[in-house]
């Protein structure tokens, strides 16, 4: 139960690389993640505001084209939207391979973990048109630069994002008193998708302590939020429902108000069953699908001394004892798997760029698809899943083995000796088994893939 610089990569972040020597100390761990963002800053990804953008303008020219559909400026004008589409395609390719490239080359890889396990914490993801490109920009908008503050201003800054609020319906959801209603005759009504998560999995937990008048309390308090043409958060007071409305025992506001909306999350993050549900999905995230108690317990108790902060929470996880138990427990999800692979390979920002459309196809979002991840594609609200045995099936296990066994070699042009490479990739630690079996091994392309294909990658 002693700190290594491989254990803190392979746990922790996303393993070994031959282009890093690993973290010196827990503590350099947590100043380097207090520190500049460097890695976000060489290899950024497009902004939500050009998408926004993109957004507008390729509606008017649809608009536009509907009109005319026999004319030659309206046929140009289609001709317009749909290169704008494969723009934003292809940016959404492009957030692919930086990402990657992130956790490949990042020497805080902790960080680039954090933001994945926020990332699902608060799902959201577009259902359609472009907006099913927007994730890479919600994450690095909303959630990268909170990962050091408090839980309750990520909370904010997610649950207010325009994208979450389409994704969980959010922005149709209006106010059965409202202006809006009792002015004139509308179709719509009022939606509980966002309060219902907001309780359920963002804040409180499962089987917390909420009625389902709170959801509708909470619903009623939401209304007014949604988003402007341009896709951007706005406040509508026309849509809200006439306070006062009451969660779990409290009484917000005489009248509709984003300050009444913000005060609910922010007691909902400072409530003690909050404190519980957060502590645990760390705990069992980064260190075991059963953590020990103790550990939930510090984590819980930090959460409540220290209103949220989450760099206090990071580092009662990293001082714990059984983070640097050398028995690997969690099976990595195939996205943390590839990234792991890339990282280990010593892939370069530059070898992914290279990728052309129909190589990430085959290379990556149809291999993610077999092994079931999808990419950027969670199954619901509550992400995806943590338990080892969502991952460890016969198609999963059979897309694992062959991505390990013949995609490095398209990766990668002068593979490493698999003896070196069980050193470079797996430490000290390595199983003699995986020693002699990529040693022995007939190739390099199936020496390396052995490696990767072993338990003492494929877990953490």
């Known amino acids: 139960m002693t700190y290594t610089p491989q254990l803190a990569e392979h746990r922790f972040g996303y393993g070994l690389s031959p282009r890093q020597q690993g973290p010196e100390s827990a503590v350099n761990m947590l100043d380097t993640l207090a520190g500049p963002d460097r890695i976000a800053q060489s290899l950024p990804v497009q902004s939500y505001r050009a998408l926004q953008d993109a957004l507008v303008l390729r509606r008017r020219f649809r608009g536009f084209a509907r009109k005319n559909p026999q004319t030659s400026k309206g046929k140009e004008a289609d001709q317009k939207q749909r290169d704008i589409y494969g723009q934003m395609q292809a940016e959404w390719r492009r957030g692919f391979v930086q990402i990657q490239a992130r956790r490949s080359l990042t020497q805080d890889a902790f960080r680039e973990r954090l933001v994945a396990f926020w990332a699902d914490h608060f799902t959201a993801r577009g259902k359609g048109g472009m907006l099913r490109f927007a994730m890479t920009a919600y994450v690095e908008e909303a959630i990268r630069p909170q990962l050091t503050g408090r839980f309750a201003d990520m909370l904010v800054g997610c649950v207010t994002h325009p994208l979450m609020l389409h994704y969980l319906d959010q922005d149709s959801s209006v106010g059965p008193n409202s202006i809006m209603v009792r002015r004139r005759d509308v179709d719509r009504g009022l939606n509980e998708n966002l309060a219902r998560e907001v309780l359920e999995l963002h804040t409180l937990g499962v089987g917390g302590p909420y009625s389902q008048q709170d959801v509708r309390q909470l619903a009623e308090l939401f209304t007014g939020l949604t988003r ?233």
């Not at 760390?282 to 939930?296: E, G, K, T, W, Y």
């Not at 995986?434 to 199936?446: G, K, L, T």
């Open 228 to 460: 402007s043409r341009d896709y951007s958060f706005v406040f509508r007071r026309n849509i809200a429902e006439p306070g006062p409305e009451t969660v779990l025992g409290k009484t917000y506001g005489a009248g509709a108000s984003m300050q009444y909306v913000e005060a609910a999350l922010r007691d909902l993050a400072a409530h003690p069953a909050t404190a519980r549900h957060i502590a645990g999905k760390l705990a069992v995230h980064f260190i075991s699908d059963r953590p020990p108690a103790d550990l939930i317990g510090a984590l819980e108790q930090t959460y409540l001394d220290s209103d949220g902060d989450l760099m206090r929470l990071y580092q009662v996880l990293l001082d714990h004892p059984a983070a640097w138990v050398s028995e690997l427990q969690n099976i990595r999800p195939p996205d943390e798997f590839v990234s792991a692979s890339l990282r280990a390979l010593g892939v370069t920002a530059q070898d992914l760029a290279g990728l052309k459309d129909r190589d990430l196809r085959d290379l990556f979002f149809r291999p993610l698809t077999l092994m079931g991840q999808s990419w950027q594609q969670p199954p619901g609200p509550d992400g995806w899943p943590e338990e080892d045995t969502a991952w460890v099936t016969p198609q999963g296990v059979a897309a694992r083995l062959e991505w390990a066994m013949h995609v490095p070699q398209r990766l990668v042009q002068d593979l490493p000796q698999p003896g070196a490479f069980v050193d470079a990739t797996l430490g000290a630690a390595a199983p003699s088994e995986i020693r002699f079996a990529a040693q022995a091994a007939e190739s390099r392309a199936v020496g390396i893939g052995l490696v990767l294909s072993a338990p003492a990658f494929q877990r953490r």
